[in-house]
């Protein structure tokens, strides 16, 4: 409880800060996937919101630190928590550039976030309705509403580009 009460504190820091709108935090996890260019990362960049403003934010490090579990969505998840002192961000949303994979999609139940935009759809592995849907499943003690499509040209363009560079250069 005490652990709960804290978090609801820091919270209330929180809403003094710089408020934004859907638009703007795609924008701030597109930059944050722009990051994980420079070391051969795939571009994917996640957004941790309370009413707007920014708690966390986070690329995928998973090159960078030979770490498979390094996804930008765990990262930022992480970092709320850190952050908030709580392990459920059950306030809170997540912006994140492609479709959450199923280890991240796991960790977004989890976590118990409220709401998830996603920029595009993961067909491959997309675990929030693109190849399979764990994110909403009814089955689970918690499900998360799903928003996708934010900013999707842009964050769709981004992945093409990076793998369209590594087939290029064969690596």
């Known amino acids: 409880m005490i652990k709960y009460v804290n978090a609801i504190k820091k919270l209330d820091y929180i809403k003094s800060l710089k408020t934004y ?21 795939v571009p994917i960049g996640a957004v941790v919101s309370f009413n707007g403003q920014i708690i966390s934010k986070a690329h995928n490090q998973v090159e960078r630190y030979n770490n498979t579990l390094f996804h930008a969505e765990y990262l930022a998840i992480n970092k709320a928590i850190k952050k908030l002192g709580y392990k459920n961000l059950n306030t809170c949303n997540l912006y994140v550039t492609l479709e959450p994979c199923s280890m991240c999609a796991g960790a977004i139940v989890l976590a118990r976030l409220k709401n998830l935009y996603f920029g595009t759809s993961d067909f491959k592995a997309g675990a929030c309705g693109g190849l ?40």
């Open 21 to 41: 709108t859907h638009i703007e935090l795609m924008k701030v996890a597109l930059r944050e996937a722009n990051k994980a260019l420079r070391y051969n990362d």
């Open 132 to 171: 399979i849907n764990i994110i909403e499943n009814k089955e689970l003690n918690h499900q998360i509403k799903v928003y996708p499509d934010i900013l999707k040209e842009e964050s769709s363009y981004i992945i093409k580009k990076f793998f369209k560079e590594i087939r290029l250069n064969g690596k």
